[in-house]
């Protein structure tokens, strides 16, 4: 740090010294009295300090390439080893040295020019190569190659452009090249303060002060008439200068002050290696800090590390629990859906124990589940021979002791879940005093049991146990789910008993419905006897057809009631008219066709589960709305009246009615099948005429 500060705060020294200024200015005064004695000899002695000056600088870059870092040096050496080659031939060719005879003074203009063109490009690039590659077997014959052209192009073929003309001065392409050059220049001072870090600071001041005289001196060469006024000899003036400065900063620096040689690689180098060196001892120091802080905060980190295992362990414990509860609270759920809906779907109480009994064990694990019923007309239980056995070979003789064993109160596991009203668990009932059942010299195969009761207010209706090989703790939040379990079995036995209840109450009213039915019919039949045997043949075979299609019985039995009393209406048509012998009238015709109107509306108020008053409305009515009373169509007519229309026809046509003698069956079957799909019913014709043709039905 102290060596970067020194260097910031250093005053940078003069690009010349006093006493060198003093010498230059003496030298330059020297050579301009020899101009005054002789131009030719000022031109010559300019230009070999020149030529002098450029082969020591290309004679140091060479011999100092194999340790120089970088590039510059050796490439400005090159470029100016072939430049000296053109100013020595313009030297040479300067007028008055008589060395190029048939030439003029453009000759050694031309050759000027070219050479400061290189001049210029060279001092332009040749920043580029101070960290890049410089690759002598191509910058050499480059160089070697363009010096031919422009030798080849001036004296050989002669097509390099005039650039003075004698008496005239100096022509258009002169004056614009060094324009040119000069633009050149001044971007070579621009890539050279590119790279400026890259130099010495003493060495890159005398660089770019060497190239801005030279930029003075080409603006000289462009004032000239003659090539001995006075612009020529201020220009080679500054030319002699813009060498010198050359030597200040390579030669006089390779060769006198090595320690500070163009580049300072070395002098960069070691102090790169002093500052990095401070640097390193910096970051040692800053490196041990951290390691330390490191230590502390990885120390830290370690006992926050144990206790967030420890947090997270115990987390993980804690949501590994409520995992477990979540999962048992939902598969209890799930089983007391699926008793519900067990329960819900058996056609009866029985199938639901079975269900239940299966539910239960695959839930609790448990390989045998058995239940006990309460008989309907006592008050104890009894195996009701409903069993869940994954092997029911394993278990056989638990199964044989179990059915042959008496149900006694407060005795056995069944005994004391009877007793206490509450489920019970057995360990290991082989150890148990009171479990009969293990007492009986046989080896029953099991050992842990659980049975729960089933509740119908505080009546135990049913016994639900279940048994395991194995010995097991009691587990309560098992048993508490079987209270729940046996209260729904509990409804389950509830609506059986309702239902029960119900049936045997439904059964009570239709025996009473079924008994008016009949009563009424009877007493048609006492008025008309012809009436009351029609009604009972054309239910007979009403409900055969009903059957022969697949009905259900309640529908069947619908239709059986309709039947028995379809021509109830009959009661307001006179008996004279019904009995009458011979052919009836229109009018008394139109009397007997409102029994149907008449029928309707005694059986219109009374509420049947089935439609009874619609029957005797409808069973006149026809497919093609030829019949009546209301001149129905297909779709508006009952099955059940389509069924009793075609056994009525059938019955009237095949019976003796007291106006015509009995057609007979065929001639009856004869009529449906013609008029079958028209008049009658397609599906009741054809199970009707399957009635008769598979002898499945006859009369009485």
Known sequence: MRLQKEQVTEKPPAILGRYEIIVIVLLLLGLYLSSRYSYLLFHSLAELFAIVIALAVFVVAWNSRQFVANNYLLFIGIAFLFIVIIDIAHTLAFKGMNIFQGYDANLPTQLWIAARYMQALSLLVAPMF??????????????????????????????????????????????????????????????????????????????????????????????????????????????????????????????????????RDLKQNEQKLTHQATELTQANTNLEQEIKERKTIEEELRRHR???????????????????????????????????????????????????????????????????????????????????????????????????????????????????????????????????????????????GFAFPVLVGSDVVAIMEFFHPEAIEPDESLLELMKQVGMQLGRAFERDRATKDLEESFHKV???????????????????????????????????????????????????????????????????????????????????????????????????????????????????????????????IILEAKIVAVADVVEAMASHRPYRPALGIDKALEEISQKKGTIYDSQVVDACLRLFAENKFKFD
């Open 130 to 263: 101070l960290q890049r590659r410089l690759r002598l077997n191509i910058v050499i014959p480059a160089y070697a190659a363009v010096t031919i052209l422009v030798l080849m192009s001036v004296f050989y073929w002669q097509n390099f452009p005039t650039c003075y003309i004698e008496g005239v001065g100096l022509t258009s392409f002169k004056k614009i090249s060094e324009y040119i050059i000069c633009a050149i220049l001044l971007g070579s001072i621009g890539t050279l303060y590119w790279k400026r870090k890259e130099f010495d600071k003493e060495v890159f001041r005398l660089l770019v002060a060497a190239i801005a005289f030279t930029i003075a001196s080409e603006l000289m060469f462009t004032f000239y008439v003659g090539v001995y006024d006075i612009s020529n000899l201020g220009g080679h003036i500054f030319r002699i200068v813009v060498y010198y400065l050359i030597y200040k900063a390579i030669v006089e620096t390779g060769l006198m002050r090595p320690y500070q040689f163009l580049f």
């Open 510 to 636: 239709r025996q009473a419905l079924d008994g008016v039915v009949s009563a009424t019919s009877r007493a048609m039949e006492s008025r008309d006897p012809y009436t009351g045997g029609h009604q009972k043949r054309v239910a007979q075979l009403s409900c055969a057809i009903a059957e022969e299609m697949g009905l259900t019985e309640d529908r069947i039995a619908g239709i059986r009631m309709a039947a028995t009393i379809h021509d109830i209406g009959k009661i307001s048509v006179p008996a004279e008219i019904l009995t009458k012998p011979g052919k009836i009238s229109e009018i008394e015709f139109g009397i007997i066709k409102q029994h149907a109107q008449t029928g309707y509306d005694i059986l219109g108020d009374i509420e049947f589960p089935w439609p009874v008053a619609q029957v005797a409305y409808q069973h006149h009515e026809r497919l093609d709305d030829s019949g009546y009373p209301q001149g129905l169509t297909a779709d508006s």
């Open 306 to 448: 144990f206790h967030l295992e420890d947090l997270v362990a115990e987390r993980t414990a804690q949501l590994e629990d409520i995992n477990k509860q979540m999962r048992e609270q939902a598969r209890s759920a799930q089983l007391l859906r699926d008793t519900a809906t067990a329960i819900n779907e058996a056609s009866h109480l029985g199938q639901a124990l079975q269900a239940i009994l299966d539910a239960v064990c695959h839930y609790a694990g448990f390989p045998v589940g058995h239940a006990y019923l309460k008989a309907e007309d006592s008050n104890e239980l009894a195996s009701a021979k409903i069993w869940h056995l994954d092997d029911p070979d394993q278990f056989e003789a638990f199964r044989t002791v179990t059915e042959a064993h008496l149900f006694t109160p407060n005795i056995g596991l069944q005994g004391r879940v009877y007793q206490n009203k509450k489920p019970a668990w057995i360990v290991d009932v082989n150890n148990d005093p009171n479990f009969p059942r293990a007492k009986m010299g046989v080896d029953i195969g099991t050992k842990a």
